[in-house]
């Protein structure tokens, strides 16, 4: 997929376009559904389909106090929506100037002029320009001014449209199972291995502790079935994703005070991961965080934890 990050950078062969417009947070299902019609519709008009997104987050400008923590970085938000199909991303920079850019002059400078679109896909809760002014309606008197055809798409969702609000309000219930449903897959969070206190090894259980600016959203404190996978060895290895369970919080048998995500590989002590990249998949809860009385109440409860991550997420080649 094109990643292009300036609108003077859009190739003069792109062609004519199919475009959708969003945060895309997370790429969850209700994103795959818009991503999933602009795609067709873009083989129906021999078009490319473009998605166009923003970073930061608009409100982390206009309102940095109420931004909402975002559920994956920018790397993993490009690789979901090549996943889903989009052949090229503009990723506007998100400015105050950007901001103030009223509905028409956004259409006509990145829709019309930039990406010479034919069709727009959105959902029915579309808003754009100074203010948030625009809507579908504008978007549509805008369509007929400049020749481009607007399709609108009812929401999608089991009693609850999909948003990656609703992700986020799952996340910090610690139910991963629940925001896996509204995503489409396991939730995941990616940051490289670095040293921790070693506490996992001297127990028998080493992990893998992520770096403090790991990105994606942490979920609520806990201990999690999962898998840790290496991105950096190619799908087909056996060690490229690994069943694990995962901790996340601040050890409070330990009495620490920094939160961590740490992440033992169930059954290897054979692997070496520090200063490597990796990413966590969260599969499902498994207890919250407990202090325990003693190092031997800690072992018992964290073989049990093992044996039932174990039962949930077996090794690929089982």
Do not use: W
Not at 97 to 122: G, H, I, K, S, W
Not at 260 to 269: G, N, P, S
Request: proline share 6%.
């Amino acid at each position: 997929m094109l990643v292009i990050t300036r609108l003077e950078d859009v190739p003069a062969d792109l062609g004519p376009t199919v475009v959708t417009m969003g945060n895309f947070d997370g790429v969850h299902r209700g994103h795959q559904a818009l991503l999933e019609r602009v795609c067709g519709l873009a083989g129906e008009r021999d078009a490319t389909p473009v998605a166009v997104t923003f970073d930061p987050h608009p409100i982390a400008v206009l309102r940095p106090d109420e931004a909402p923590e975002a559920l994956a970085g920018l790397e993993a938000r490009m690789s979901r929506l090549a996943d889903a199909g989009v052949a090229a991303t503009l990723v506007l920079e998100f400015t105050t100037e950007l901001a103030a850019m009223t509905p028409e002059d956004f259409v006509r400078a990145v829709f019309v002029e930039a990406l010479n679109v034919r069709v727009v896909v959105c959902g029915k809760d579309t808003r754009f320009g100074v203010r948030n002014s625009g809507d579908v309606s504008t978007l549509r008197d805008l369509g007929d001014e400049h020749g481009f055809e607007v399709v609108v798409l009812d929401d999608v969702g089991t009693g609850r449209r999909y948003s990656s609000t609703c992700v986020r309000e799952a996340l910090r219930e610690g139910d991963v199972t629940a925001a896996a449903d509204i995503l489409g897959r396991p939730h995941t969070v990616t940051g490289m291995v670095v040293h921790g206190f070693e506490r996992g090894r001297e127990l028998g259980f080493p992990t893998a502790n992520l770096a403090q600016n790991s990105t994606g959203m942490v979920p609520a404190d806990g201990v999690y079935a999962g898998y840790l996978v290496r991105p950096s060895l190619a799908p087909i290895h056996p060690d490229h994703r690994l069943p694990a369970a995962i901790s996340v919080g601040t050890n409070p048998t330990f009495e620490g005070t920094q939160r961590t995500v740490e992440a033992y590989v169930l059954d290897r002590t054979d692997l070496d991961l520090y200063d490597e990249v990796v990413t966590v998949e969260f599969v499902q809860r498994l207890r919250g965080n407990v202090k325990f009385e003693g190092i031997e109440p800690l072992i018992e409860q964290m073989t049990r934890d093992v044996d039932e991550a174990r039962r949930l997420c077996p090794a690929l080649s089982d």
